[in-house]
């Protein structure tokens, strides 16, 4: 079982930053691929970043979020992080992070069925 808390979301005003954390336990953190989603009311989960349990591949975002959104993550604590910037009213959402099963790659990333495990989520809020 594994299980995994984010944290960092809040009230920002357009233009602002947040950092989001998501620590996991109970699963060998380091060799699983961790991806960020969000679903705003109304509208389906979408995919917006993840990163490779392997060093030195590149991140993957959407196009809603590249250059101003940025995914790290820190084996040692088991945690992966989600610096966002520059954000939009319409990044208002809640934001779950999620753990990709075994046997995909960050090329199935966009997939929700990919992945196994997922947050309870942290709420975000950007006001104009």
């Known amino acids: 079982q594994v299980q995994l808390v984010e944290s960092g979301g809040g009230l920002v005003q357009a233009g602002g930053s947040l950092r989001l954390s998501c620590a996991a336990s109970?699963?060998?953190?380091?060799?699983?691929?961790m991806a960020w989603f969000r679903q705003a009311p109304g509208k389906e989960r979408e995919f917006v970043s993840a990163?490779?349990?392997?060093?030195?591949?590149?991140?993957v975002y959407s196009d809603s979020v590249k250059g101003r959104f940025t995914i790290s993550r820190d084996d040692d604590k088991s945690t992966v992080y989600l610096q966002m910037d520059s954000l939009e009213p319409e990044d208002t959402a809640v934001y779950y992070c999620?753990?990709?099963?075994?046997?995909?790659?960050?090329?199935?990333?966009?997939?929700?069925?990919?992945?196994?495990?997922w947050g309870q989520g942290t709420q975000v809020t950007v006001s104009s």
């Open positions: 990163i490779d349990w392997r060093r030195g591949r590149r991140p």
């Open positions: 109970g699963r060998t953190f380091s060799s699983v691929n």
């Open positions: 999620a753990s990709q099963a075994t046997g995909y790659f960050l090329s199935d990333a966009y997939a929700t069925k990919t992945y196994n495990y």
